[in-house]
């Protein structure tokens, strides 16, 4: 038997050892992410109509609302996780400008914030949410001053996994959503969620009006 013959029958017998082998499919893994304690620091700025508590480890910007009328909505910042929190404020019976859309384009409108117009928006800025969320479970709760709002769990790839308001009912109103600056992944993003669940809920709790 020639060399050539015997390299090719050892390449024919390794494949066909091979093809006979069980496969086992690996596991989609991920990086492993090495969290901070959780600690607090307290965001009481003057002329603020609201103070709270946000972790040590983020950081606060304003956003820029496009009416201009908005001097009190604020982002929380993670930026080792990309993350952020938003945090839009209304007054309760207040005034807001809202983009309407006409044959000419868009256009300012002054709308008067009833409480039962601010909670709804609440839940349909939500629920807009259902296209890519797998479920959305709200639930009531009361914080330790005793204001009420709702907390809505949105599962599955949506790109927020939180969402919440507080509020007193008859002056303010605070909505807060957490989004991730990343592909919309429930399997991805679901650890960093649940470690920022707790700030986000230390936050409800530690809400208080001025």
């Known amino acids: 038997m020639s060399t050539k013959t ?36 307290t965001f009481n700025e003057p002329g603020f109509p609201y103070s709270f508590e946000y972790p040590s480890y983020a950081t606060i910007s304003k956003q820029v609302d496009s009416s201009g009328q908005q001097p009190y909505w604020l982002n929380i910042e993670f930026n080792q996780f990309n993350g952020k929190i938003y945090l839009s404020y209304k007054s309760v019976n207040g005034y807001s400008v809202y983009k309407i859309k006409t044959q000419q384009g868009y256009k300012d409108s002054l709308s008067k914030n009833s409480f039962d117009q601010l909670r709804d928006e609440a839940f349909n800025m939500t629920y807009k949410h259902t296209i890519k969320a797998s479920g959305i479970v709200d639930s009531f709760f009361r914080n330790k001053p005793g204001y009420a709002g709702m907390y809505f769990y949105v599962a599955g790839n949506a790109a927020t996994s939180k969402q919440f308001f507080v509020t007193d009912s008859v002056k303010h109103f605070l909505r807060g959503a957490l989004y991730f600056d990343a592909t919309p992944n429930e399997d991805s993003i679901r650890v960093v969620s649940d470690f920022l669940e707790a700030d986000v809920k230390h936050l409800i709790q530690t809400l208080t009006w001025k």
């Not at 390794?14 to 992410?33: A, E």
């Open 6 to 41: 015997i390299f090719f029958s050892i390449i024919f017998l390794v494949l066909l050892l091979s093809c006979n082998s069980p496969f086992t499919p690996k596991p989609k893994g991920y990086f492993k992410i090495d969290f901070p304690q959780h600690s607090y620091q």
